[in-house]
């Protein structure tokens, strides 16, 4: 069974740091792309990032670029990211997502970690 544990949300002052980081079960994590998106409440969700099996490659939104950096751990079946620079337009429920095989009804989401923007 694919298991995705977001972990690192909380609530941080404007310009702060956070690192989110998921912990991936049930699959072979190393031939997964895999990606961040968040959900803001009243806004669509959005993809924020993603990383190839190798890490080699990441792509970024333009609204988060220079700000969030993703990274994976193979050995570990880990996916971080770190995001600098906090805004409250940041705050949202953050997932860590895995695209579906050929078949599958939909893409793996894992239950999410809150980040709140407050001073």
């Known amino acids: 069974e694919v298991q995705l544990v977001e972990s690192g949300g909380g609530m941080v002052q404007p310009g702060g740091s956070l690192r989110l980081s998921c912990a991936a079960s049930g699959f072979t994590f190393s031939n997964y792309d895999m990606a961040w998106v968040r959900h803001a409440p009243g806004r669509e969700a959005e993809w924020l990032s993603n990383i190839n099996p190798t890490g080699t490659t990441t792509n970024y939104a333009d609204s988060v670029k220079g700000r969030f950096c993703i990274s994976r751990d193979n050995a570990k079946n880990t996916v971080d990211l770190h995001i600098n620079n906090l805004k409250p337009e940041d705050t949202a429920v953050y997932y860590c997502?895995?695209?579906?095989?050929?078949?599958?009804?939909?893409?793996?989401w894992g239950q999410g970690t809150r980040v709140t923007v407050s001073s």
């Open positions: 997502a895995r695209p579906r095989d050929a078949g599958e009804p939909s893409d793996y």
